[in-house]
């Protein structure tokens, strides 16, 4: 079960709202490559692996992914402070504005609502370490596309934070994997 | 007291709270890597000592600034976990309003 720390993995200090830069960022939420569909991924992978240590894995990285949710939304959230109606229209925030106002919810930047489907979880468990190799480089690119729109200061510190938990991640999901192969599943 | 609890006593509010954010990062990371190296040794005991750390670090913040963890909310008269501020509502932004709750 989960216990929750009140406090953030890392600090999400945002100055300055920006409503264009939150739509982005919505699918570092709940996007294809984004903190929930990493968090669901691993956690629900876990139950059939057969092997301590993997189960070890994706317990830790999947709660991990949890608080990098949190941080997303925070970022989300500071940036969508006190927005005026011509902010709003201005920053192409309207659409997402319209059914959610500035609350949180898990969808792609385009406007794809979050589905399981941008997820496989299989018993077989090259299958589903493999998916996570490739789900950690898919979160770092989609960080790096972040990167590449923002000029914000205060949201690329976090968002370089998150981009590196992702490298960290694939490491250990290597090890993972030889983990697996050494006792040939 | 020990060596860190007497240092933490000396920091403001918001060095401790980086201070933990830091030490219980670094305890992430080596769970993940005891993970994949449950035999290093190594690690564990960086892994103890940072455990160490973070606890007198975490029981002086919460003696004097509120819950981090549930329990500590029971510290006082009223339930402070319910407290804000909340992870994501920092200083700058103007809607945490006056209201401690």
């Known amino acids: 079960m989960w216990i929750y720390e009140k406090k953030l993995q890392h600090p999400v200090n945002i100055k300055n709202p920006n ?22 991924r691993y956690l629900n992978q876990r139950y059939t692996m057969p092997d301590g240590r993997v189960i ?15 941080m997303v939304a925070s970022i989300i959230y500071q940036l969508t402070r006190n927005l005026s109606p011509e902010e709003i229209k201005a920053g192409g925030f309207d659409t997402y504005f319209v059914d959610h106002g500035t609350g949180i ?3 792609s930047a385009a406007g794809v609502p979050f589905h399981a489907m941008a997820i496989a979880s299989k018993s077989d ?20 596309n972040i990167l590449r729109l923002s000029d914000d200061p205060d949201v690329n ?12 991640h ?16 | 007291m020990n060596n860190s609890q007497n240092n933490a006593t000396n920091l403001t509010q918001s060095e401790l709270y980086r201070k933990i954010q830091e030490l219980a990062f670094v305890k992430t990371e080596l769970e993940l ?28 913040y919460q003696a004097e600034h509120g819950p981090i963890h549930a ?5 006082g008269g009223t339930w402070r976990w319910v407290d804000k501020p909340w992870p994501w509502q920092n200083e700058k932004m103007t809607d945490r309003g006056e209201d401690r709750r």
């Not at chain 1, 070890?56 to 949190?70: I, N």
């Not at chain 1, 510190?157 to 960290?168: D, G, H, P, T």
């Not at chain 2, 329990?71 to 510290?75: D, F, K, L, R, V």
């Open chain 2, 33 to 60: 890597f005891l993970d994949t190296h449950p035999d290093s040794k190594v690690a564990m005991d960086y892994y103890r000592d940072t455990v160490d750390a973070l606890k007198s670090y975490m029981t002086v």
């Open chain 1, 19 to 40: 409503p264009k830069l939150a739509k982005a960022i919505l699918s570092a939420l709940g996007g294809p490559d984004g903190e929930l569909a990493a968090a669901t």
């Open chain 2, 71 to 75: 329990e500590a909310g029971a510290m």
């Open chain 1, 157 to 168: 510190e976090a968002i370089r934070f998150l981009r590196q938990r992702e490298v960290v």
């Open chain 1, 125 to 144: 468990a090259l299958a589903s370490i493999t998916e996570d190799l490739a789900a950690e480089q898919k979160a770092r690119a989609m960080y790096d």
């Open chain 1, 170 to 185: 694939f490491q250990r999901f290597g090890e993972a994997m030889n983990i697996l192969m050494d006792k040939k599943f």
């Open chain 1, 105 to 107: 919810y898990p969808s």
């Open chain 1, 56 to 70: 070890g894995v994706l317990t830790d990285v999947g709660s991990e992914e949890l608080g990098h949710m949190e």
